[in-house]
């Protein structure tokens, strides 16, 4: 499975951004799909999840009420719909494929290359 984030870019806080993550090379809604972020001299951080079918969506505290997960298994497409936009969110966030819904990376099998948000205050 092949992934391609997109839709990262400069936001001022307060704002939203849509990222976008296309797969290819795979069954899409066999895959549980996760978002995770990487911010600079930091660890690698669950940000959000949602289940092969759609039906489950799971996030980090931090990120709940402001960040929404989506996928269009039609479009081999999963979506991090991110409002309200803090300072803190500033990472390259990745988009990951896996058999099993988790918010542990090494449970996701395949990854996208990564795409820069960056929040200014």
């Known amino acids: 499975v092949q992934l391609q984030a997109s839709g990262g870019g400069l936001v001022q806080a307060g704002g939203s951004l849509r990222l976008s993550c296309a797969a290819s090379g795979g069954t899409f809604s066999n895959y549980a799909m996760g978002w995770f972020r990487q911010a600079p001299g930091q660890e690698r951080e669950f940000v959000s999840a949602i289940s092969a079918s759609g039906g489950h969506t799971y996030y980090v505290d931090s990120v709940k009420g402001r960040f929404a997960i989506s996928r269009g298994n039609a479009k081999n497409t999963v979506y991090l719909q991110m409002n309200n936009l803090e300072s803190e969110d500033t990472a390259i966030y990745y988009c990951?494929?896996?058999?099993?819904?988790?918010?542990?990376?090494?449970?996701?099998?395949?990854w996208g290359q990564g795409t820069q948000v960056t929040v200014s205050s």
């Open positions: 990951a494929a896996g058999l099993v819904t988790s918010r542990n990376h090494p449970n996701y099998s395949f």
